[in-house]
């Protein structure tokens, strides 16, 4: 049963399958077993689990090596420099709004 067992991918169902599998010898209903230990939808809840764990790793493996070699500081300077350039060009349309508006007053 280990292979069948360990070709879980999660680790809290294989503590679950092991903790389950004695009561279901006990019981002595081949079929019952065999539905448990090759369940598809329980398959297929492993396989993507197993997927979406893949891509948080690489995600963090991802983070980690840009740390490592400084490419989130050049983010993190990038978007300063973008909220600057931002606020500069509010600031330029708020002075030639209130210019227009001064004009409109004075004619």
């Known amino acids: 049963m280990g292979p069948i067992i360990n070709s879980y991918q999660n680790r809290p169902k294989r503590k679950e399958i092991e903790k389950e599998i004695p009561k279901l010898v006990r019981k002595g209903n081949l079929p019952e077993l065999y539905n448990f230990l090759d369940n598809p939808e329980e398959r297929q809840r492993d396989a993507e689990g197993f997927s979406w764990a ?34 500069g060009v509010a600031v330029v349309i708020m002075l030639l709004t209130y210019a227009v508006m001064l004009l409109g007053k004075a004619f």
């Not at 891509?55 to 909220?83: H, T």
């Open 54 to 87: 893949k891509a948080e790793f690489a995600g963090a493996e991802k983070q980690m090596f840009d740390l490592q070699n400084g490419q989130i500081v050049r983010d993190e300077n990038a978007q300063r420099a973008g909220r600057q350039a931002g606020a």
